[in-house]
């Protein structure tokens, strides 16, 4: 009697949690239940005749076996998405589920706006947009897209610049008038600061402007405040809470004698927020032509920046 093949689904949901390490996320991903996840995989033990995958309290992971299988059929499935890709890309117009996740402030203010107008052009596509400003792995998560503000994306990305992007540092005229204006980056160090949480955070640099020879400083800062969302700084500086550096996407519209206020305008903030927005995705040889119309659309909406 031959020995039963195991199902091909099966297969494909084991390479799908290797890339996870999650039952949850690779449920969420394939759009079953995370119980079909579980019992799928334990058919597809049965069937292999020894363990594929290791489970403990706080990961999931695979045993030697399980990722001998994953390497030897990863690159087969990845070729069978992508071959799918391309056919029904042929058929009519744009359509398919796009994963897209971007930064809580930039999303909500200037990316959400767009989309209605992109929707109503291509009713076939699906979005599904995730606001958040933690670093997403894209493979490993299953998005198809992600906005980042940044220096320079990965060399392992397809990447597109959709518009530039600066640091503006700022306070309010109330703050100013009771602590008074800085005249040099050093005094900051005497000033309340209100900074972005993450590593690094604590350090701003500064570049002087027009100057001929460069002068850079680099000051520590601390404050009353830290917090990992720019919205959430830009609402506590327009408290009069203190000084903050802020993405020019969450300051512009705030920008006025009775809001916001530039601080050093003869500086330039360095390397903070980065200085490009991107879109980006893991590289592949061919990209959905659901994915590259919401590029495209959005390097549209985006061009002209964000005025300040």
């Given amino acids: 009697m031959a020995e039963p093949t195991p199902a091909f689904a099966d297969l494909h949901l084991l390479t799908v949690l290797a890339q996870t390490r999650s039952y949850t996320q690779a449920a969420r991903r394939l759009g079953i239940s995370k ?10 033990e ?3 005749g020894l363990p594929l995958v290791r489970r403990t309290t706080r990961s999931v992971g695979l045993t030697p076996a399980g990722q001998q299988l994953v390497d030897d059929t990863h690159a087969a499935f990845e070729g069978i998405a992508q071959s799918f890709a391309s056919i029904r890309d042929l058929a009519g117009s744009p359509r398919g589920l796009v994963r897209l996740t971007a930064p809580v402030a930039l999303g909500r203010q200037w990316i959400v706006p767009t989309l209605p107008p992109f929707l109503r052009q291509f009713p076939e596509i699906r979005l599904e947009l995730d606001l958040t400003d933690r670093f997403v792995n894209l493979q490993q998560e299953g998005f198809d897209l992600a906005i980042r503000h940044t220096q320079s994306p990965p060399d392992t990305h397809v990447a597109w610049a959709l518009c530039p992007s600066r640091s503006l540092l700022v306070a309010s005229a109330d703050y100013l008038r009771r602590r008074g204006r800085p005249a040099h980056p050093h005094e900051l160090a005497q000033q309340d600061c209100l900074v ?5 955070g604590s350090s701003w640099s500064f570049e ?23 919205e959430a700084l830009r609402d506590a500086v327009l408290g009069g809470l203190g000084i903050a550096l802020l993405p020019d996407f969450s300051a512009a519209a705030h920008l006025g004698p009775r809001q916001l206020v530039r601080v050093l305008p003869g ?15 893991p590289w592949s040889p061919q990209v959905p032509r659901a994915v590259q119309c919401l590029v495209d659309h959005l390097r549209q909406a985006l061009a002209p920046g964000f005025t300040v």
């Fill in 46 to 48: 049965r069937s292999a």
């Fill in 267 to 281: 500086w330039r903030p360095l390397g903070f927020f980065g200085e490009s927005i991107y879109a980006i995705r």
């Fill in 35 to 44: 119980a079909s996840v579980s019992g799928r995989i334990a058919e597809l």
């Fill in 208 to 230: 002087r402007e027009g100057a001929r020879k460069p002068e850079r400083v680099v000051v520590g800062v601390r404050g009353p405040l830290r917090a990992n969302n720019s």
């Fill in 196 to 200: 972005y949480l993450r590593e690094g």
